[in-house]
């Protein structure tokens, strides 16, 4: 699951990124500095709109995903001990690792709520910097 923090960490450079580059095209549009002021806080908001839309569609298909999918053992001290067994290294364990479905989805999720949370504060500096923050 550590691999889900660097994950979110890129895709939120992404949106930042692709945001970034919306805003400073919209605001090289205009010559008033309040307008260009309102061009940040118009895509701020549509930004925020539209991270609210993607991480509730996402966590609810996840949800819907995870709530009707079981473990093949009961999660208990002895059926880990009679599923315990040594692997030939690491690539194979990554191998079965990545081929673990319930596995994937939850990393996507990790990665998404990471990638939420670093955007978030690209969204809200525009805001709190006129204000001293």
């Known amino acids: 699951?550590?691999?889900?923090?660097?994950?979110?960490?890129?895709?939120?450079?992404?949106?930042?990124?692709?945001?970034?580059?919306?805003?400073?095209?919209?605001?090289a549009k205009v010559s008033d500095q309040t307008a260009k002021?309102?061009?940040?806080i118009d895509n701020t908001y549509s930004l925020l709109f539209y991270e609210s839309v993607m991480t509730t569609l996402?966590?609810?298909?996840?949800?819907?995903?995870?709530?009707?999918?079981?473990?093949?053992?009961?999660?208990?001290?002895?059926?880990?001990?009679?599923?315990?067994?040594?692997?030939?290294?690491?690539?194979?364990?990554m191998k079965i690792l990545f081929g673990n479905r319930n596995y994937l989805l939850v990393l996507v999720?990790?990665?998404?709520?990471?990638?939420?949370?670093g955007a978030f504060g690209f969204v809200i500096n525009p805001l709190l910097e006129p204000v001293g923050y």
């Open 109 to 117: 999720c990790f990665s998404l709520v990471y990638s939420v949370y």
């Open 58 to 93: 996402m966590c609810a298909y996840f949800w819907v995903v995870f709530r009707t999918s079981r473990p093949e053992t009961p999660p208990s001290l002895a059926a880990t001990r009679r599923q315990a067994s040594i692997t030939q290294g690491m690539c194979n364990d």
């Open 37 to 40: 002021n309102q061009v940040v």
């Open 1 to 27: 699951m550590l691999v889900s923090n660097p994950l979110g960490i890129l895709v939120s450079f992404v949106i930042q990124a692709i945001y970034g580059v919306r805003i400073a095209e919209q605001q």
